[in-house]
């Protein structure tokens, strides 16, 4: 009872990433600057997509989806790295207050590498199937799988915040990253955490690797259907509204199993701290980007709105 009781007053704090507050401050400017970008593309391209009539389709329908799971998913830890790197590390957290940040990360990134498998599933009964696409992705089919991501994501990240804070923690209270990362905070834990890594693995691999595998599956069908094509022009369009799926997929992807699905010796914090600044940070601007570019029907919506104004 006394472990339990000193385990809920603890206060913890993320360690600066540089000693020099002039390198803090730089580094501030850098994320507070991704952060606005993040949220103004992700929010630009849903407001685009719910604005015009001609990109009410599935396809545009989960891309929406994704960027405002993009929003939530980077707000969830930019406002506390924030105040974090203009403090020098002396902004605490209680571990409430850790725990909750934890759940939603991981509630909302498990969430978004469904929903990517999801949007993948989209593209390969457009190509594959394309005189039954409306038929098959209907409205109703599509809210469902919108919703399932959103629930699985919550069934996976539950049990595992339960799981990590039930760990005690004692005097070491300084985080090695800048946000509740669950193998940084794993590591303050004055327990054996022997399950809770076992645990943290087998759930990262159901979120990464089935929805890749999911996903790698359909392309495999898309390239084929895509190679079989008798239009160039078909081919071309076929191609550039999947090449931006697969880059966001290899950025998403990437980045998280190399710090999930690494095992726990090879772990370093700071290249766990670094890796993460691209997936919670990087990745978020560039989605809108990488999507915007490459799809024309999106852009000319987006050239459209902005001569309105």
């Known amino acids: 009872m006394e472990g ?16 020099n507050p002039e390198i803090q401050l730089v580094i501030f400017v850098a994320f507070l600057a991704m952060y606005l970008t993040s949220l103004g593309g992700n929010a630009t391209i849903a407001a685009i997509v719910h604005m015009n009539y001609s990109l009410h389709t599935p396809m ?68 594959c199937y394309p005189l039954r696409y409306t038929l098959i992705m209907s409205w109703s089919l599509c809210v469902k799988l919108t919703v399932g991501s959103l629930v699985l994501g919550f069934l996976l990240s539950l049990p595992l915040t339960i799981l990590i ?13 800048f946000y509740c990362d669950m193998p940084a905070v794993m590591r303050l834990a004055c327990a054996d955490t022997r399950v809770h890594k076992m645990a943290l693995y087998v759930i990262s691999f159901i979120v990464l690797s089935i929805p890749l595998s999911l996903i790698s599956i359909s392309y495999v069908f898309i390239i084929t259907a895509i190679v079989r094509m008798r239009s160039a ?44 600044v691209v997936y919670t940070f990087i990745t978020p601007i560039l989605n809108p980007l990488i999507y915007s570019m490459r799809n024309k029907e999106l852009k000319d919506a987006l050239k459209k709105a902005l001569r309105k104004f």
């Open 4 to 19: 339990i009781n000193k385990t809920a007053k603890i206060q913890f704090f993320f360690r600066p990433f540089s000693p």
């Open 60 to 127: 545009y329908f989960f891309l929406a989806n994704l960027a405002i799971l993009e929003i939530f998913y980077t707000s969830s830890i930019a406002p506390l790295a924030l105040a974090n790197l203009l403090s020098m590390g002396k902004t605490p957290v209680t571990i409430t207050g850790c725990g909750t940040q934890m759940f939603f990360f991981v509630f909302l990134g498990g969430a978004d590498c469904v929903l990517l498998a999801v949007m993948a599933y989209d593209r390969f009964v457009a190509i």
């Open 165 to 177: 804070f039930h760990l005690p923690f004692c005097h070491n209270n300084e985080i090695y990253h």
């Open 233 to 276: 022009e078909g081919r071309h369009r076929a191609f550039s509204t999947c090449s931006s799926h697969i880059l966001v997929v290899l950025l998403q992807y990437g980045c998280t199993s190399f710090i999930y699905l690494s095992p726990s010796s090879r772990y370093s914090p700071e290249m766990g701290r670094m890796v993460s």
